[in-house]
Nanobody, 121 residues
Framework: VQLQASGGGLAQAGGSLRLSCAPS????????LGWFRQAPGKERVFLAG????????DYTDSVKGRFTISRERAKNTVYLQMNNLKPEDTAVYYC???????????????WGPGTLVTVSS
């Protein structure tokens, strides 16, 4: 399954962006989905996850209250709504799918190519 993330771009501090992720082939059904980001020179880190069937969500502390993960099953799409963006949110954002809910990037089987988010101060 190839995942396609979109919606990245340039935002000002305090602004918002919404990222979308959809599979180019296959479906998300039965999987858990996660959003990660990787800033230059840093490791890829987990941001938020959601289970496809139940819609159970989880977040890393740094984005709680600012980012919201959701899924729209009819459109086979997962979203990451990002509000109150900060310059330190600048990174390449990736969506990924796994067979179970997990924080660990290594447990995710399928990844998209990423979408760049740049937040200016």
């Amino acid at each position: 399954v190839q995942l396609q993330a979109s919606g990245g771009g340039l935002a000002q501090a305090g602004g918002s962006l919404r990222l979308s992720c959809a599979p180019s082939g296959g479906t998300f059904s039965g999987h858990a989905l996660g959003w990660f980001r990787q800033a230059p020179g840093k490791e890829r880190v987990f941001l938020a996850g959601i289970t496809w069937v139940a819609g159970t969500t989880d977040y890393t502390d740094s984005v709680k209250g600012r980012f919201t993960i959701s899924r729209e099953r009819a459109k086979n799409t997962v979203y990451l709504q990002m509000n109150n963006l900060k310059p330190e949110d600048t990174a390449v954002y990736y969506c990924a799918s796994a067979s179970f809910a997990t924080y660990a990037a290594g447990e995710y089987d399928y990844w998209g190519p990423g979408t760049l988010v740049t937040v200016s101060s």
